[in-house]
């Protein structure tokens, strides 16, 4: 029983870990989802896991999860991997974006400057 249980902890501090892991660029992942079936596989894990993990389990769900808990430590760790491989790809993207933005204010600005001096 107390195997179980420490499964069934070991279950819920490895969602957490995603949780973090993933929590980490709401953002990022917003923009991913729209363009990348991959990210929005990954939000979506990380969205049951977070909830299942709010939800308490009964005594065949803890023998269930000391079955499954090798593999779904597995899972965790490859989730994780893609979801740092996709935001470490979609980092330039994101910093010439932002760079590409603040270019074009501060051109707004240079204008409206211009523009307003008599």
Do not use: C
């Not at 049951?48 to 023998?63: D, K, N, T």
């Not at 910093?95 to 074009?104: G, I, L």
Request: a negative charge.
């Amino acid at each position: 029983m107390g195997s179980a249980t420490e499964s069934a902890h070991s279950v819920r501090d490895q969602a957490g870990e995603l949780t973090e892991a993933l929590g980490d660029a709401p953002d990022m992942a917003r923009r991913q989802v729209s363009g990348n079936p991959i990210a929005a596989g990954v939000v979506a894990f990380a969205a049951g896991v977070l909830i299942a993990s709010m939800i308490p389990e009964s005594e065949p769900e803890q023998r269930m999860a000391e079955r499954i808990e090798p593999k779904l430590a597995e899972a965790v760790s490859e989730t994780r991997d893609v979801a740092v491989e996709s935001a470490q790809r979609l980092k330039p993207a994101v910093e010439d974006a932002a760079h590409d933005v603040a270019a074009r204010a501060r051109d707004s600005a240079q204008e409206i400057k211009e523009s307003a001096t008599p």
